[in-house]
């Protein structure tokens, strides 16, 4: 199985993805952001690399590769928000044969801005901020990633990784993979399949 972990940058894809590996023993975790750091040493660096269609391509028929000849399971965490470019991925990876099990993890706006900030911060003490510096490269502003999350396909695993913790996330995940391992591959995302099921939402009433 490929879980792939989607949702907007500071959504905590890298966190879940390390507690993952921790708990599924065999498991690789694939990063796609070095294929683009591969590819802007052959091509002029600069803005976002998801539009390279070289970036695309390469990102799953890497993925699929790793599944097939080193692991059996495949956790790669890696923001795609924008709809044409998730859709062409994932659909990639099931046309390939491969079991996908699509994540998003959910978080409101001002969580995401408050990581962010604190991590430009922390690099570089007199940034203004992380999300200025990611609209000026071209990457999809906050408000778009959190937007995306009503606009995930069918078999999408929502969480709201700002009201769970990393283990409660895995847990969710994982009782995910069980349930598709009991009863066989279900739809890869983006087919025709259950609606999205979302976790971790407050209860109705609440903001």
Known sequence: ?????????????????AELHGRLPGSLVYDPEDVGLMLWKWLPPGGDFQH???WRE??????VSLRRHHTSTLVV?????????RDEVLGGLADAGEDVLHVFLEADAAVLRERLDARARALHPDSPGWEEGAVALGLPPLA???AAAGRQPAGTLLLRSDRLTPAELADAVLARVDVRGSHGAGPAAGRPGPPAERLGAPPAGRA
């Open 1 to 17: 199985m490929i879980i792939w972990l989607n949702g907007g940058f500071g959504a905590g894809k890298t966190t879940l993805a």
């Open 144 to 146: 778009e990633a959190v």
């Open 52 to 54: 390279l269609p070289s």
């Open 77 to 85: 965490p890696m923001s795609l928000v924008r709809d044409a470019y």
């Open 58 to 63: 390469l990102v799953v028929a890497t993925a």
